[in-house]
């Protein structure tokens, strides 16, 4: 079993800063691809930023020059620094790691969400 724990979350004035957390723990296999992912309400869940094994990465438009993903192998972990957030920004936010399982075959883990609420 894969277990992803998130931190770092919280209350922010807007301008602030956060940096998100996310490590995985148990039977880690072959990490295909790391992610964070945002759900506001009413909202549907949307790609934040990825990034590769190849440490290529994605961001969406609405975080560019905001947000900044990193990982570190060794210790199973992916970041998410969040600089001059906005009340946009106020979301649960999620981690994910797909792993290959078979050729040309991956399954996405997540973790349990931390919630970002940034203030006015």
């Known amino acids: 079993q894969v277990q992803l724990v998130e931190s770092g979350g919280g209350l922010v004035q807007a301008g602030g800063s956060l940096r998100l957390s996310c490590a995985a723990s148990?039977?880690?296999?072959?990490?295909?691809?790391m992610g964070w992912y945002r759900q506001a309400p009413g909202k549907q869940r949307e790609l934040v930023a990825g990034?590769?094994?190849?440490?290529?990465?994605n961001y969406a438009d609405s975080v560019k020059g905001r947000f900044t993903i990193s990982r570190d192998n060794a210790k199973n972990t992916v970041y998410l620094q969040i600089n001059s957030l906005k009340t946009e920004d106020t979301a649960v936010y999620y981690c994910?790691?797909?792993?290959?399982?078979?050729?040309?075959?991956?399954?996405?883990?997540w973790g349990q969400g931390t919630q970002v609420t940034v203030s006015s």
């Open positions: 994910n790691f797909r792993m290959r399982v078979r050729k040309d075959t991956t399954y996405d883990y």
């Open positions: 148990g039977s880690i296999g072959d990490i295909n691809a």
């Open positions: 990034i590769t094994s190849g440490d290529s990465t």
